[in-house]
């Protein structure tokens, strides 16, 4: 039987074990941190327990994919709802909108709110699933950097309607062109944060995303985010795959132009196969400097970053809301929640050109206690608070998170008619530095590389070594990109590229 490590317990790294122990491979994961999935972990605090990275959970599918492929029931390992309400939506002026998930209810808000008629709403998503539908083959399911992909029919079909699809105006443009109606227009530019982008330079195709939320669905994990992490942690110890947690990899070992296994405290874990969920900036910097690195790649513009504080909050608070209201002050907030800033234009010159905060960012609260209330003690709530932020370029983060924590207290206190800060009751906080630290990605970017450019997709990294044989890549900072559907694409690119392990069923032994 072959052997392959992989480097990191992300959630690619959680997923490629998969696919390679499925293809009957002996899989080691060694992981630098104490628990696997990364970005995609948890923590408990004083009661309260918090996802700590992602919260939004698309195309579930993916991950039911993983335990169909062991032949596994998904049910028996893991269980999701999907969401009839995806995000409440609040503007400065005290409009609010529903942002339901199925197209035409969400096209039947908009028109009471906005007086938008429906047809604008269903024409657009009707245009992102085509956009998605005729991208999908070249830019996320398979390898850009094969030959073989460019000789598919439906990448041939993809290259000749880039210009039909928006690669050469901006998300914003697109927008602009397609919805008109100002509120509409910073709602839906709003996408391009999911891949930690800039809507006035991410190219329209990005028009895509919200057909993966409103067509394919968004959804919540039942037990919260971690609940991804924890089942498919699960599914591959029971295929075998063994985790070495604590274990950080020094070196990835390259003989005679091939992975020969990876370095750990000084010592050598051979391998047939080396996959690394490593941010790339690190595989080369780091796992193998005497490697010629890939420098334009290694230095494109990285993606925003985050601050984001957990509180604990109390409904309550020390001013009280009348017991009457279940939820206090808070009824109107759902599992997802934007507060829109006034200038949307002017919040990404702050993030993308000028490297800071702003003081009126949007704010994003996710708040899982609404669909499991065990996450929180005694009726309260526990608040994810996320504003969007540049990566790190040596910033004075202490005083930008102190100065938004203000900021974002000030702008939910007003919208919300509350006094925030006398409702929590624990905190604390992730910043782009926690972020490098934590997960080793560079700058503590979210999603590796920013796409603010058209050519973006092929600035990203190939998920297998040119110079180096058995050597693969996958995760948020190589193709096809950042966000928990991509990375879990990349682990599925890398198991097609690799041939099944000698002496497994696969191989006809
Ligand atoms: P990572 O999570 O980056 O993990 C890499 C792992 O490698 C880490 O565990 C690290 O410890 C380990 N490692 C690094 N170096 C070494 C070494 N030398 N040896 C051993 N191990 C090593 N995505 C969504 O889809 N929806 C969201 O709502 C969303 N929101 C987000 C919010 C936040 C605050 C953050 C931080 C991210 C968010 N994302 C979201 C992005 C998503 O979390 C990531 O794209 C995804 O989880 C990255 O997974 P990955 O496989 O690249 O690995």
Known sequence: MHKAVVIGAGIAGIAVAIRLAVKGYQVEVFEANSYPGGKLSTFEQDGFRFDAGPSLFTMPHLVDDLFKLADRDPADYFRYRPLTNVCNYFFPDGIEIHGKGNPKDFAAEVKTKLGVPEKVILDYFNRSEMKYRKTKGVFLERSLHKFGTYLKKDTIIGIFNLYRLGLFHSLAQENEKRLKHPKLVQLFNRYATYNGSNPYSTPGIMSMIPHLEHGVGAAFPVGGMHAITESLVKLSKDLGVRYRLSQRVERIVVERGRAKGVQIKGNLAEADLVVSNVDIYAVYRKLMPEQKAPERILMHERSSSALIYYWGIDPFGANGASAADTQGPFSKLDLHNIFFSSNYEREFREIFEEGTVGDDPTVYINITSKYEPQDAPGGMQNWFVMVN???????????????????????????????????????????????????????????????????????????????????????????????????????????DLVGPSAGSMAAGS
């Open 389 to 495: 932020v540049p990566s790190n370029q040596g910033q004075d983060w202490e005083h930008l998170r102190r100065h938004t924590r203000q900021c974002v207290i000030n702008k939910i206190s007003s919208m919300l008619r509350v006094e925030l800060e006398s409702h929590i009751v624990t905190e604390n906080y992730l910043d782009p530095v926690r972020i490098e630290e934590r997960t080793g990605s560079y700058q503590g970017a979210l999603y590796g590389a920013s796409s603010n450019d058209r050519m973006a997709a092929f600035f990203r990294h190939a998920n297998f070594s040119r110079r180096i044989r058995d050597l693969y890549f996958c995760g948020g900072s190589v193709h096809p990109g950042g966000g928990i559907p991509l990375c879990l694409l990349s682990a599925k690119i890398v198991s």
